[in-house]
């Protein structure tokens, strides 16, 4: 156990979905609703509200809003400007070649400070670099053109939420008061088996599982989400869309009511941390020679 707060974006996560199929884990000990909202999109876009939710502010003031992404090539970014009101699909089959070649859309970032400025932050959308969200926004492109199978999406989103959730256990075991790692994978196969419960079942079951594995390992824990997905079995009309569902959770030890908002989730991550200090930190020292570095390829 360490004295970190731990925080999972786990994007998508549906609270309606999450109580439906008792996902205690997603759930942990007090859950609720989180008011989310919609600005460029007629519904909740994933990097506007996970800026807001990280710097408590609209997308009107951090920026981070609208088509947020860049190509990571002046080339590219030129050609997408000049694209920027053709049909999505036309747009994603313009961008197939470059995606397959290994470009990807970074993400862009707001300037503004946020509620891990005193410790750690990986994937989070607005604020890190957050490449394996452009992956997954591939990924769910080839799943919609069948040129995906369901073992290699299985693999590719639960590869990558291995790594997430296993980088936010490794920096907890360090001294930092407020840990926070971004997961796309409910997202992904939210689109995906919108209209199939048993499959879409199956992930939030391995998801719930595998934080199991990180509640056991961090001290307070807090699970956020910035949209549902609307399912078949639920919800009239459209499947696969983002819903308004957004939750939050957290373990019996984070102090404060559950924020209401996602622009009330900043100041209540920072309730829970302002007390928290890092410890003395001092150089590290290398105890090997230059020359076997040298030797084995690690200076010039």
């Not at 199929?21 to 506007?48: K, M, V």
């Not at 947020?68 to 999505?88: E, G, N």
């Not at 862009?108 to 400025?117: I, N």
Request: a negative charge.
């Amino acid at each position: 156990m360490t004295d970190t707060l731990a925080v999972i974006a786990l994007d998508a996560a549906d609270y309606a979905l999450a109580r439906r199929w008792d996902c205690e884990n997603i759930l942990l000990e007090n859950s609720g609703p989180l008011e989310t909202f919609t600005y460029s999109a007629d519904h909740p876009y994933t990097p506007e509200v996970w800026t807001s939710v990280a710097t408590g502010v609209h997308p009107s003031e951090h920026e981070v809003t609208g088509d947020a992404a860049d190509w990571d090539s002046l080339a590219l970014r030129v050609a997408s400007q000049a694209t920027q009101f053709f049909p999505h699909k036309v747009r994603n089959t313009l961008g197939k070649p470059f995606r397959e070649r290994g470009h990807r859309q970074e993400i862009h970032r707001t300037h503004l400070p946020h509620a891990f400025e005193t410790g750690q932050v990986f994937g989070w959308p607005g604020i890190a670099d957050a490449t394996h969200l452009s992956e997954a926004w591939s990924w769910a492109s080839k799943v919609s053109h069948g040129e995906m199978t369901e073992r290699e999406l299985r693999q590719r989103t639960m590869g990558n939420t291995g790594k997430e959730f296993g980088w936010i256990v490794g920096i907890t075991d360090i001294d930092t008061p407020i840990a926070g790692v971004h997961s796309h994978v409910l997202d992904v196969t939210g689109h995906a088996f919108a209209t199939r419960e048993a499959k879409l079942r199956e992930y939030y079951e391995r998801v719930d599982s595998m934080l199991g594995w990180v509640r056991e390992r961090t001290d307070e824990l807090v699970v956020l989400s910035d949209h549902g997905i609307r399912v078949s079995w639920i919800d009239d009309g459209e499947s696969g869309v983002h819903s308004n569902r957004a939750m939050v959770a957290a373990t019996e030890g984070v102090k404060g009511d559950l924020p209401e908002s996602v622009f009330d989730v900043r100041k209540w991550l920072e309730l829970n941390t302002d007390d928290r200090e890092r410890g003395v930190d001092q150089t590290v020292t290398m105890d090997t020679a230059e020359e076997r570095l040298r030797e084995l390829g690690y200076m010039e």
